[in-house]
């Protein structure tokens, strides 16, 4: 298994651009997860998808910021337009669903985002 | 999810067993502990989880106290690869498989 795949794994933008940045989870897996890290505030979950529906976008940061899952293997996020504070790493993580634990994610290299 | 508090950083020998503390005074009954690690540049990793029993795997051995308010990550034989950031969670499956990350604990091994 390839395990989550992000791309691309750098990025670099000038501010006002749009950013698109793309995962695939793993196969078979039925939950979806975009996080973003920066020094300053660590790991954060901006939105948690489950069935290819958003469940939960409580941490998305404001309206510039949107995500999408159009099918079970493919999930992006958008920035539109870019500012020099969204620079960080995002991350991308899958789940298995159901069970009575809470589902172990499995996470993607990351994408390094840089803003200018 | 019950909030936990780590030590920011540590120190251990290499070959030597690693213990990471967690506490987690305020984790309600159907929480459970998940640790997680992040080595430098790369994705977070699940290392172990556990309700209320100890429990082992290849990777590391977890110990629950009896009333559950903290926990100890125990690494066997440390090795200059675990050098990471270790992150103690706790995680109720009725937030929707959600982790909140807090600030971990940085493990440093050294030779």
């Known amino acids: 298994d390839a395990g989550v795949i992000q791309s691309p794994r750098h990025e670099v933008t000038e501010m006002g651009q749009e950013v698109t940045l793309r995962c695939k989870p793993i196969?078979?897996?039925?939950?979806l997860f975009w996080y973003r890290q920066t020094m300053m505030r660590g790991l954060e979950l901006l939105i948690y998808?489950?069935?290819?529906?958003?469940?939960?976008d409580s941490g998305m940061p404001e309206d510039r910021f949107s995500a999408k899952m159009p099918n079970a293997s493919f999930s992006t996020l958008k920035i539109q337009p870019s500012e020099p504070r969204d620079s960080a790493v995002y991350f991308c993580?899958?789940?298995?669903?159901?069970?009575?634990?809470?589902?172990?994610?499995?996470f993607g290299p990351g994408t390094r985002l840089t803003v200018l | 999810d019950a909030k936990t508090t780590q030590p920011p950083s540590m120190d251990c020998a290499e070959g030597r067993a690693a213990n990471l503390p967690c506490n987690h005074s305020t984790i309600s009954g159907n929480e459970y502990v998940y640790w997680y690690r992040q080595i430098h540049s790369q994705g977070p990793q699940y290392i172990i989880h556990?309700?209320?029993n100890n429990e082992t795997n290849e990777m590391a051995s977890l110990i629950i106290t009896e009333d559950r308010k903290s926990s100890t990550l125990i690494l066997p034989h440390a090795t200059l690869r675990d050098t990471a950031v270790y992150y103690c969670i706790g995680a109720n499956n009725n937030a929707g498989n959600m982790l909140t990350f807090g600030g971990g604990t940085r493990l440093m091994v050294k030779p």
């Open positions: 993580a899958s789940s298995p669903e159901g069970g009575i634990d809470t589902d172990t994610q499995y």
């Open positions: 556990g309700l209320k």
């Open positions: 998808f489950n069935n290819n529906v958003p469940i939960d």
């Open positions: 196969s078979g897996h039925n939950s």
